[in-house]
């Protein structure tokens, strides 16, 4: 059973504060993903990887980066936390399917941010 | 324009009816397309994939227009489970991106 786990389920942090974000996945998943969810907006890719040490900006990177330096763990980061941080951020996993394409998404429960 | 595009709804049908919904993708170079259904405070997952030929899974049928750039999600006989949000999502070169996602509720 494919398990993708994000460290903290509830966040309340501060106004330029430095937030971590942890997702680790079980199944040896070549790619993995940032989203951000809203109200009105869906699920909007922040960020993406598709091996270690690699990154790709997904369609709203700013105000973020990301770290794999292993395969199993992608961490989202937020230098210094603004209010309109505030959102269920989820983070997924997936095969590669062949190049360019890509398997099932296995999504995480997901992290909610309040930023104050 | 927005990459992918539903009506957000929300939808509310009795149970036992037909509903439908449209997604419309601006870009025609899109390689595959998807249906994810996401529970009220659950994470989104796999539906049904869907394929140029159209697929059928039990009371679910997922067709693609290529030519006018949609896909449709048909959900026969609805049952009270099936309330939930529905997001269609496309694969651009390696990322996922969805639509808005449009909610179902069904009603007895």
């Known amino acids: 059973d494919v398990k993708v786990t994000q460290s903290s389920r509830y966040l309340v942090k501060r106004t330029g504060e430095k937030v971590f974000l942890e997702c680790v996945q079980d199944?040896?998943?070549?790619?993995m993903f940032w989203y951000r969810q809203d109200p009105g907006l869906g699920l909007r890719l922040i960020y993406f990887s598709y091996d270690v040490k690699m990154k790709e900006k997904g369609d709203i990177p700013e105000g973020y980066s990301v770290s794999r330096e292993k395969k199993e763990r992608f961490s989202l980061i937020l230098e210094s936390a603004s209010t309109n941080q505030t959102s269920m951020y989820l983070c997924?996993?997936?095969?590669?399917?062949?190049?360019?394409?890509?398997?099932?998404?296995?999504f995480g429960e997901g992290s909610r941010l309040t930023v104050l | 324009r927005k990459e992918v595009e539903q009506d957000p709804g929300p939808f509310n049908v009795p149970e036992g009816a037909t509903v439908a919904f449209n997604c419309t993708y601006s870009n025609s170079a899109s390689q595959s397309f998807f249906w994810y259904r996401q529970d009220c405070r659950k994470e989104p997952k796999l539906l049904m994939s869907v394929y140029s030929s159209g697929n059928e899974d039990g009371r679910f049928t997922a067709q693609l227009n290529r030519a006018s750039q949609y896909i449709s999600l048909l959900i026969r006989d609805s049952k009270l489970s099936d309330s939930a949000t529905y997001l269609c999502g496309h694969n651009q070169g390696g990322k996922l991106i969805f639509g808005q996602g449009t909610e179902l509720s069904v009603k007895p």
């Open positions: 199944m040896d998943h070549e790619n």
């Open positions: 997924a996993s997936s095969y590669s399917v062949t190049s360019g394409d890509t398997g099932e998404l296995f």
